[in-house]
C-alpha cells in the first residue's frame, strides 16, 4: 500500500522541521495531546446491504478507492485538517486550505508549537501562536521555503497513489453531512480507513490510520473552492 506514504509524512517532516526552525520563543502554549485513533467498529448487516445498493455497488472496494484517489488528485484547492501522532516529536496538526497555485492560509503545529501561515505567490506571512505581530518573508529564504512546501498542493496529493489497493467495501456513513460509503484496508500493523464521497465527485474525505510509527487522522473538504488567502493589514506585519 503506497498511499500513506506521502499524506503523513508530509505533514510530519514540514512540521518537525519548519516549526522547529521558525517558531522561536513565546510560540505558544503546549497543545492537547492527539488520542490515538480507535479501529471502527464492524458495520451491522443493514448499513452494509444499504451501502452495496448506492452507485458503487457494482464496483469493488479497491475500484473505488482507485477512482477516488484519481479524482482526488484532481483537486485544485481543498481545506486539510490533519492529526498525525508522533511518540518522539509529539502530535502534528494541520488546519489548512490550499490550492494548486500554491497559495494556503491556515496554521501547521508539531508538539507545542504552533503557527500561522498565509502563503500568496512567493511571499510568505508567518506568525507563531501567542505573538501579535506577522514576519513578512518570501519563498527564497530558508524558513520562507521550509513552511511554504506546506502549500504545495500538486506535491502532496501527488502520493496518493493505490492502484494495488485490495481495499474492502463497507458501510454507508457521513462524513460532515455528506453521504460516504467506508472503505477499509490492512498493511501489516497499520489499519486503515477511507471515507469516499458517494454524492457529487468520489472525493477521498477522510482516512484515518490505527497502528504503526504514525497513527492519525486526514480530513478533506471544500474541493475546487477559492482559497482566501490574504496578505495581514501593514500595521501587524513586525518591521
Known amino acids: ?59 469493488t472496494g479497491g475500484q473505488i478507492l482507485t477512482n477516488s484517489l484519481k479524482v482526488t488528485r484532481q483537486a485544485t484547492s481543498l481545506h486539510l485538517k490533519a492529526d498525525i501522532a508522533d511518540p518522539k516529536e509529539g502530535a502534528s496538526r494541520m488546519d489548512l486550505s490550499l490550492n494548486s497555485k500554491g497559495d494556503c492560509t491556515g496554521t501547521i503545529a508539531q508538539g507545542k508549537d504552533t503557527i500561522g501561515i498565509i502563503k500568496i505567490g512567493k511571499t510568505v506571512y508567518l506568525r507563531p501562536q501567542g505573538t501579535s505581530k506577522w514576519t513578512k518573508t518570501n519563498t527564497a529564504s530558508a524558513d520562507g521555503k521550509d513552511l511554504a512546501s506546506v502549500c504545495d498542493l500538486n ?31 490492512r498493511d501489516g500493523a497499520e489499519n486503515y480507513t477511507m471515507d469516499v464521497a458517494t454524492s457529487g465527485k468520489p472525493y477521498l474525505l477522510k482516512m484515518v490510520t490505527v497502528g504503526g510509527d504514525s497513527p492519525g487522522t486526514l480530513a478533506f473538504s471544500h474541493f475546487g473552492e477559492p482559497v482566501h488567502a490574504v496578505a495581514p493589514t501593514r500595521s501587524s506585519i513586525a518591521a
Open 155 to 185: 506535491n502532496f496529493l501527488g502520493g496518493f497513489q493505490g492502484e494495488d489497493t485490495e481495499a474492502k467495501k463497507g458501510a454507508a456513513t457521513k462524513v460532515d453531512g455528506h453521504p460516504a460509503i467506508v472503505l477499509t484496508e
Open 1 to 59: 500500500m503506497r498511499r500513506r506514504t506521502i499524506a503523513t509524512t508530509t505533514v510530519l517532516f514540514v512540521c518537525a522541521t519548519a516549526l522547529t526552525a521558525c517558531s522561536g520563543s513565546g510560540s505558544g502554549t503546549a497543545a492537547k495531546d492527539s488520542a490515538t485513533p480507535q479501529a471502527p467498529a464492524a458495520a451491522s448487516p443493514a448499513v452494509a446491504a444499504a451501502a452495496s445498493k448506492g452507485p458503487d455497488a457494482d464496483l
